[in-house]
């Protein structure tokens, strides 16, 4: 049946109420009106069974849910939508152009904390704003407990990732399958290769460093260089082979070159050509 009470509409079955209708036209699905304080919602939907609103399309068509106000219009391709396509497929649809998805969390005695944002060009950012340089950013929400970033394989087990110190000095560091932490990089501090033969312009390298170059009659070099020396292509220490295939060593500084064994100096060259054997 149904019943009026002041400005009013109620609906009942079973002797309960079951909808009441009220003078601002709020709604209330639920054995009474809604209780929950602060804002009374348009809307209140209140049950015991574990799914207390379902849409449903009995046809092979989309099934969606849309919410808009007035600043997105409300039009069939305006505001967000919730759609569940003919295909299987489900979308989340932002239609307002220029305007972002956020997801929000509040931690345990906090605030409402932005989690997760997506930008209406597909930038996605992790505890902020994506950065302009970047299609993926994450902010660590803290240094002292938490990785940035961290991968597992399909065993369960962590085969690397991204973090930093608590200084804010970034590191990266790649395990085996057995947890082993062969490879480590950081900005500032010891970083090492134990996981084996390192190549640079090849991808079998033959030595512990192996450099090579995919071209005939190249010189290929490694230099050694300080503050000092400078950083140019001129400067430091340069060894390797000219595009003769001929072995060189070369001191680009106005200094001796000396070679030693058991630590202690053999053949010294100095700066002018002239050489002292020891």
Do not use: W
């Not at 849309?66 to 932002?94: C, I, K, P, R, V």
């Amino acid at each position: 049946g149904y019943f009026f009470a002041t400005d009013t509409l109620g609906l009942s079955t079973a002797g309960t109420e079951r909808l009441r209708i009220d003078s601002n036209g709020n709604v209330s699905i639920h054995s009474g009106a809604y209780d929950g304080g602060n804002t009374v919602p348009q809307l209140y939907v209140r049950g015991t069974s574990g799914r207390q609103v379902k849409i449903h399309n009995p046809n092979a068509g989309t099934c969606s849910l849309q919410l808009s106000n007035a600043t997105t219009g409300q039009g069939e391709d305006n505001g967000f939508q919730l759609a569940q396509l003919s295909g299987g497929d489900f979308y989340f649809d932002h239609q307002l152009q220029a305007k972002d998805i956020v997801f929000r969390t509040k931690p345990s005695g906090g605030s409402v904390t932005e989690r997760l944002r997506i930008k209406s060009n597909g930038q996605i950012g992790i505890n902020m704003a994506p950065s302009a340089d970047a299609q993926f950013c994450i902010k660590n929400s803290d240094d002292s407990n938490y990785n940035v970033f961290d991968c597992y394989n399909d065993n369960g087990n962590k085969l690397g990732g991204f973090s930093q110190d608590s200084t804010g000095n970034g590191s990266m560091g790649i395990r085996t399958n057995a947890g082993d932490l062969n490879t480590f990089f950081r900005s500032s501090g010891i970083s090492y290769l134990n996981g084996g033969n390192v190549g640079i312009g090849t991808t079998s390298p033959t030595r512990n460093l192996h450099l090579h170059s995919t071209s005939a009659n190249t010189q290929v070099l490694m230099q050694v260089s300080n503050a000092t020396t400078g950083s140019a292509s001129g400067d430091g220490f340069h060894i390797g082979i000219n595009s003769s295939q001929e072995v060189l060593l070369q001191n680009k500084e106005n200094t001796k070159m000396t070679l030693l064994t058991n630590d202690n100096a053999r053949i010294t060259i100095a700066n002018d050509g002239h050489v002292v054997l020891s």
